[in-house]
């Protein structure tokens, strides 16, 4: 009799421990990588020379010049959009303007140029050009003019 | 510079722009450049370096291409070192 009911209550008792089994927790979540931002459009180098290539590159980058060469400026761009634009402002030491450009980009990544050439000699002195993408500034090159 | 420094005249300065699609990996490529009619080494120096004397560097690298440095020909492609 005792064995019967023992047997009984360690039944009910395994029956009630199954049922009160606390259910395994669900897996979290996967991680979810967000995705990457969009690569910001950037001005990633400028280069000064005399001379260009087809290719739009300065041939010999440089930063002293004479006073009767042409100054270019190769200005390399990435994750430009459609339509950006490059601004290229030329000053001399005083603060003058020399010049001033916008130049569509023409593809991404591109090469841009910009040059300045001077009938007359150019002062000799420091110069800057500063480059602004979309309007705002993305770079600049100082350079010297030299007798 | 003081008030009565005459400032200098940009008035003559012209300026221009162009653009074009950069080739993946050019970025550091060797630059080139096509001899035109009338080119000399010195010239191209003189145009490039703003230093004709630095032709001797377009000539060694371009030994492979120019046995003389007198005599290069229009539609060459020469290699330009850096300066």
């Known amino acids: 009799m005792n064995r019967t009911r023992m047997f009984w209550v360690l039944a009910l008792v395994s029956v009630l421990g199954l049922a009160c089994k606390k259910e395994a927790p669900p897996p979290p979540p996967a991680e979810v990588t967000p995705p990457p931002p969009p690569a910001q459009p950037a001005v990633t180098k400028i280069e000064l020379g005399s001379s260009v290539g ?5 041939l010999a980058p440089r930063t002293s010049f004479g006073v009767r060469d042409s100054i270019i400026a190769s200005v390399y761009t990435e994750n430009t959009a459609p339509g950006a634009m490059l601004t290229a402002k030329w000053t001399f030491q005083t603060g003058q303007t020399v010049d001033s450009s916008s130049q569509a980009i023409a593809a991404s990544p591109g090469v841009t140029e910009f040059h300045i050439v001077k009938k007359s000699a150019w002062p000799a002195g420091r110069y800057k050009v500063e480059i602004s993408l979309n309007g705002t500034p993305a770079g600049s090159q100082e350079f010297d003019v030299a007798k | 510079m003081t008030p009565d420094e005459k400032l200098p005249d940009f008035s003559d300065v012209e300026g221009g722009s162009s653009s074009a699609a950069a080739v993946p990996g050019a970025q550091n490529a060797p630059r080139t450049y096509e001899v035109k009619k009338g080119d000399s080494l010195s010239k ?13 560097q377009i000539f060694a690298a371009n030994t492979d291409k120019l046995k003389d440095p007198d005599k290069i020909y229009p539609g060459q492609v020469l290699t330009i070192p850096d300066a």
């Open chain 1, 54 to 58: 087809a290719d739009k590159r300065v």
């Open chain 2, 44 to 56: 191209i120096a003189k145009h490039v370096y703003g230093d004709a004397g630095k032709w001797k």
